[in-house]
């Protein structure tokens, strides 16, 4: 097949973009013919080694260190209900190729949506223009390589159709209202995507991918005595639709109704300096805030992150180990290849408490003198990659949830968090606890709300006095990481920790109302 334009493309298997917006029925299935003898750029596109040779030879014409093609085609769509009726239902098609000259530090970077030989040679054209050198070879031939598979679906998954999404969307609305009286609005979605890639390197790697992403959700309005308080909960991942059963329709509602109705007896606790507990799961999207960003590579070889010259040194205590992980099954950061054709790996931060390595992408890398990591990531074929993390976790340790939790003695207790702040640099951070408890004598008491954490990255990760053995992982699909401009979807995970001391923004006296 020759390549042909996108828009034709479209046009000819989908009844042109416009027509997902207007018709909940179509859907991915209708636009992503199955292959599962892979090939599917080939197939669909034209996309052959002699053209990638031809395209990777423009983009290093004038010179290089190496350069990358990244195709991709991604289907999404979002069906979501209020109170028992369809008030969104909306799609999206992305379809294109990006392509990068890289030398050095030094990036150009072309793309286009149009899968021509013409479009995409003059996408390459403009990538050359970062060197004016001469030509850089490419290698004769490509090989794929050998990776996990780390959200399996069968070969022909083309998405969930709305026709199955709708009934989970009535059952989570049904549920909410049915488990409290006092549930006055509810409103449910289920968004999904199909993202098919293929990475194509001029050191020889051609590496295809079908990624599957999505959530459910359920927020949920209560009210009491004339007081509303509101919540949210969502799960999902890299799964196809068979994960998406009564028990997790129950898991969404319950925990969304629950959580509102414990706001009416919450309390604000005392503003100041105390010790902070960490709950297992959610919470480590401060690990993955406050913590994480600043081991990335490039902020590292600026030296604008604290950790730029902390590698082989310790940073916490020798019962802490932090990973940056691909290879999680299902969960929204893990990635069988990166965007630039590295298979997703394990990546040890921090071990026994000494820093022992960065999240690198190809660039990073070639900097440091050392393998990627799998961490070279993009938004879409319209950015280039850089280093990003996957699912970013701290291991348990041998203490006791109740044990950590006594060792605070007086102070809070965080089970979610949302609406962060974080200078990368510096690694300040505030964060809002939206679910917790005060922690009274050793036990925890009254639940909290309203209340900020403050503190800096690396000092809370130095400040961490114990650890305990209930490491759980953030099972949502709706959380993105943005950097740069550019969002990808992540997980994170924690066990319950104790952390020395934080400020805490409350009241000046505990009981404070809000």
Same mark, same amino acid.
């Not at 969404?252 to 799961?281: C, M, R, Y």
């Not at 298979?343 to 000494?354: L, Q, R």
């Not at 340790?397 to 609406?419: F, L, M």
């Given at each position: 097949?020759?390549p ?8 000819g ?34 996309i ?61 970077y072309?793309?286009?949506q ?10 390459a ?30 070969p022909?998954f083309?998405?969930?159709p709305a ?8 059952a ?8 409290s ?20 390197t001029?050191?020889?790697v ?72 960490l ?7 401060l ?20 950790y ?26 893990? =990635?069988?290849?990166? +965007? ?10 921090v #071990? /026994? !408490?000494? @820093? &022992?390595?960065?999240i ?8 440091y ?6 961490n070279?990531?993009?938004q ?16 348990g ?26 200078k =990368?640099g510096?690694? +300040? ?10 922690? #009274? /004598? !050793?036990r @925890? &008491?009254s ?5 900020n954490i ?16 209930d ?13 740069n ?6 997980s ?20 404070g109302?809000?």
């Amino acid at each position: 097949m020759k390549p042909i334009p996108r828009r034709k493309f479209i046009r000819g298997t989908a009844m042109a973009g416009g027509a997902l917006l207007l018709l909940p029925e179509l859907e991915a299935s209708m636009l992503l013919d199955p292959d599962p003898s892979g090939n599917y750029f080939l197939k669909e596109f034209g996309i052959d080694e002699t053209l990638c040779h031809k395209l990777l030879a423009k983009a290093l014409s004038r010179g290089g260190d190496f350069a990358d093609l990244f195709f991709e085609f991604t289907v999404s769509n979002y069906l979501g209900l209020e109170d028992g009726k369809v008030n969104q239902s909306y799609g999206d098609i992305s379809l294109g190729v990006g392509i990068r000259t890289v030398k050095g530090d030094q990036i150009g970077y072309g793309f286009t949506q149009e899968l021509t030989e013409e479009s995409m040679l003059s996408a390459a054209a403009t990538a050359s223009t970062l060197c004016d050198m001469n030509a850089t070879p490419v290698i004769g031939s490509f090989t794929a390589p050998k990776t996990g598979n780390y959200y399996p679906v069968a070969p022909d998954f083309n998405g969930i159709p709305a026709k199955s999404k709708l009934p989970l969307l009535q059952a989570i609305n049904q549920k909410c209202f049915a488990l409290s009286p006092e549930i006055v609005k509810v409103n449910a979605g289920f968004s999904n995507a199909v993202k098919r890639v293929m990475v194509v390197t001029s050191d020889g790697v051609m590496a295809e991918d079908l990624v599957p992403s999505g959530f459910i959700y359920a927020s949920v309005v209560a009210e009491r005595n004339g007081k509303r308080e509101q919540s949210f909960w969502n799960l999902g991942g890299r799964r196809d639709f068979s994960f998406y059963s009564d028990d997790v329709i129950n898991q969404v509602s319950t925990k969304a109704v629950n959580s509102a109705l414990k706001l009416f007896d919450a309390i604000q606790p005392p503003a100041g300096e105390v010790p902070v507990v960490l709950g297992p799961g959610v919470t480590g999207i401060l690990l993955h805030e406050a913590i994480g960003h600043g081991m990335e590579a490039d902020f590292n070889r600026k030296n604008i992150s604290t950790y730029s010259t902390m590698l082989g040194k310790k940073v916490a205590e020798p019962f802490i180990t932090i990973i940056d992980d691909a290879t999680n099954m299902n969960l929204a950061g893990s =990635i069988n290849i990166d +965007d630039e054709g590295t298979p997703g790996k394990k990546t040890m931060m921090v #071990e /026994n !408490g000494i @820093l &022992t390595s960065y999240i690198h992408d190809k660039i990073s890398a070639k900097h440091y003198g050392v393998e990627p990591t799998g961490n070279g990531r993009r938004q879409d074929f319209q950015n280039y990659p850089m280093p990003r993390m996957r699912n970013t976790y701290m291991l348990g340790g041998s203490s006791t949830p109740e044990d950590v939790i006594k060792q605070a003695g007086n102070g809070i207790y965080v089970e979610d968090v949302s609406n962060g702040q974080v200078k =990368i640099g510096e690694g +300040d951070f505030a964060f809002y606890v939206s679910q917790g408890r005060l922690i #009274e /004598n !050793g036990r @925890l &008491t009254s639940p909290i709300k309203d209340v900020n954490i403050m503190g800096n990255g690396p000092k809370m990760l130095a400040n961490i006095t114990a650890v305990a053995n209930d490491l759980e992982m953030y099972f949502g699909g709706a959380g993105q990481c943005g950097k740069n401009g550019q969002g990808v979807p992540v997980s994170f995970g924690l066990p319950t920790c104790l952390v020395k001391s934080l400020t805490v923004g409350g009241t000046q006296q505990k009981g404070g109302q809000s």
